[in-house]
């Protein structure tokens, strides 16, 4: 029997989740908290296989963060997390925080089953809309906006990918063991390349490219 704890805010959601529950053979509802400290008391005091987390649950802290602190303490936790909007080049941050899937609180019951399943089959997970609509639209753009890129280099997609991820100059050059001055030249390097006029237009033109590699990594 998988133990399951819900953490939620919303108590018309959780109420829902509950009941698809005591309708699916395996899985097992082992606590419900709209509270993050009574949560981690609940993974301290009990067996959790699984956990079903709103993004908002502690609204002082981000998702990453989030999901970061419960992981350390938890390693071997699942993690379903239900946010309400998605940051593009946030999502592989969170799968490096220890995310297993990603879902919108639209989500069908029978996709919902789908995905727990898919997760503690040791799988990630992705909502379907969300991956449908994500692929069919770089799919789209990418043959034409292939044509009119110029090449990168393997250090400058290093760039590339922690600009997208949010990374500050400060932390790039922490990450890459750089300086300053040198990841401020390679971001005015990327934004001629990419034919923009700041870091939004890079954000925006590495994710239509694809040259953000980072951005399926780990899911379907």
Do not use: W
Request: charged share 25%.
């Amino acid at each position: 029997m998988i133990k399951i704890t819900i953490a939620e805010t919303q108590p018309v959601f959780a109420e829902g989740i509950t009941k698809m529950f005591s309708h699916t053979a395996g899985l097992h509802l082992n606590q419900l908290t709209d509270s993050y400290q009574e949560l981690l008391e609940i993974l301290r005091t009990s067996t959790t296989d699984l956990l079903l987390l709103d993004a908002e649950l502690d609204a002082t802290i981000s998702e990453e963060l989030l999901i970061t602190r419960i992981k350390k303490e938890f390693p071997k936790l699942k993690i379903v997390l239900f946010g309400k909007s998605l940051n593009l080049g946030f999502l592989p941050r969170l799968r490096r925080a220890g995310l297993d899937a990603y879902l919108f609180k639209n989500i069908t019951c029978q996709e919902l089953r789908k995905a727990i399943f898919t997760v503690l089959g040791g799988k990630a997970y992705l909502q379907e809309s969300l991956s449908a609509a994500l692929n069919s639209f770089c799919t789209e753009l990418d043959v034409n906006l292939r044509k009119n890129d110029r090449r990168l280099t393997k250090r400058e997609l290093q760039i590339l990918t922690l600009i997208v991820e949010e990374y500050t100059n400060q932390e790039i050059a922490d990450q890459l063991f750089i300086s300053i001055p040198t990841v401020e030249t390679h971001r005015k390097n990327l934004i001629s390349k990419m034919g923009v006029k700041n870091t939004a237009g890079l954000v925006r033109e590495a994710i239509l490219r694809r040259s953000y590699q980072g951005f399926y990594h780990g899911f379907p």
